[in-house]
């Protein structure tokens, strides 16, 4: 087809949307006034000059329906979600109907998959305000009795198991009703694809951790000590390079509300620093490590002032996870990961995936301190823990030392 065919095809395509249009806006004026034989006539005009007309057939619904004519309306609509699935205008359409004729389970999933479809500039324009209440109010309101008929149907199987067991399960659960959003991991650079978005890995999984845990006491008397002595190697853990942007930090750039005292920092063991904390660098040691050059290991004391939050943000790659064994932990202080949020406990080591969107805060007047290092991924075998340390390696040579590789 030349471009001269292409530009008639088009027209025609326009000429025939105007005329659709005219009939629909004409059809539903008939139906205002309470002539819906003629409605009726007019859209099946429309909807046999455009056959997968999503209006046109949610209008040829409507009015289908308050002929009485119920099943021949219930096609109508179903044609009219089929003709546009990704449109949130027929689904509501049809929830509508849904919920005139008594079936409110299947209205409710109608108006939460249109919920899905709208933009957040739609749910929260002023006209459609009424709408999105009426979605909202009707999705609440299944979700709960979803969950309550789901968990009655999966008792027997839930009896007598523990939480650890079931604690997945009733994560799924609460997605599934909505209590509880969908979570996924964004990996800022290295996504490594068919690893689970987890966001709380659980500690007693990992044969080591109990022993780090024991070294608690001693790292905490380090960790006094040295803020004692040494109060200026804490420095800003934010410190971007002039003329480089700082990107999901910049409340924090160059400020001490975040600082680090590190004993291993990109790679390189900063010895006076490790020589004032023998326990914590032999405690740390009992973790497998990751050996990346010029990024890994990273461990470090992270201390947040009073009063100051980390904001939202996505960690590099999802290969490695972050273990945080706190140390100084006042009250009102907390890491949230996913829709997940975890008071710190002293000595209880938390692992997460930091590509998960994750933020923390210490609102208390005293001053949060944690231990922080990374490991792999357990599910990353032997060798594609070597492929990923090479392939960082590797995006480093490329790209050289640029704070836009971040913590990669």
């Known amino acids: 087809m030349n471009s001269s065919d292409s530009m008639d095809a088009l027209r025609r395509q326009q000429q025939l949307d105007q005329q659709v249009h005219q009939l629909c806006q004409m059809a539903m004026q008939n139906a205002d006034r309470g002539q819906l034989q003629t409605a009726r006539e007019l859209l099946d005009r429309a909807v046999q000059m455009a056959p997968g007309h999503a209006l046109a057939l949610a209008y040829l ?14 096609t109508a609509f179903d044609q009219a979600v089929a003709a546009m699935p990704s449109a ?52 609440a309101q299944d979700a709960e009795a979803l969950h309550e008929h789901l968990w009655s149907r999966t008792d027997e199987l839930r009896n007598g198991e523990s939480g650890k067991h079931l604690r997945r399960y009733l994560h799924c659960l609460d997605i599934a009703t909505g209590r509880r959003p969908f979570v996924t991991a964004q990996p800022i650079h290295l996504p490594f694809p068919e690893l689970p978005a987890i966001q709380f890995f659980d500690r ?63 790679g390189v063991r900063v010895d006076a620093h490790c020589e004032r904390c023998p326990a914590t660098e032999a405690a740390v ?12 290991p990273a461990v470090f004391f992270s201390a947040l002032r009073p009063h100051t939050e980390i904001p939202p943000h996505n960690g590099a790659t999802n290969a490695r996870l972050t273990v945080h064994l706190p140390l100084i932990i006042p009250p009102d202080c ?18 997460f995936d930091d590509t998960i969107r994750h933020s ?14 990374d490991i792999w991924n357990p599910l990353l075998s032997d060798l594609e823990q070597q492929l990923v340390a090479r392939t960082i390696e590797g ?9 836009d ?3 990669l």
């Not at 923390?360 to 290092?373: E, G, H, K, P, T």
């Open 61 to 74: 619904g409507r009015v289908l329906h308050r002929q009485g004519q119920i099943e021949l309306a219930r």
């Open 88 to 139: 949130w205008g027929p689904r509501f359409e049809k929830a509508q109907f849904l919920e005139s004729v008594g079936d409110v389970r299947n209205a409710a999933l109608m108006w939460r998959t249109g919920l899905q479809f709208m933009a957040p500039e739609q749910q929260a324009d002023p006209t459609l305000r009424d709408l999105v209440q009426r979605a909202e109010a009707a999705q």
């Open 204 to 266: 007693t999984d990992f044969a080591w951790a109990r022993d780090v845990e024991a070294q608690t006491d001693r790292v905490v008397q380090e960790l006094l000590a040295v803020s004692a002595a040494d109060a200026e190697g804490f420095v800003p853990y934010v410190q971007t390079r002039e003329g480089e942007s700082s990107g999901q930090f910049d409340a924090l750039d160059r400020d001490d509300g975040w600082s680090a005292y590190f004993l291993w920092n990109q």
């Open 285 to 296: 040691a009992m973790a497998p490590q990751i050996q990346v050059k010029e990024r890994a």
């Open 334 to 351: 907390a890491l949230q990961v996913g829709d997940e949020v975890r008071t710190w406990k002293q000595g209880e080591l938390l692992i």
């Open 360 to 373: 923390a805060w210490n609102r208390s007047d005293q001053r949060r301190v944690v231990l922080i290092f």
């Open 395 to 403: 995006m480093i040579d490329y790209y050289g030392s640029s704070n």
């Open 405 to 407: 590789l971040g913590e």
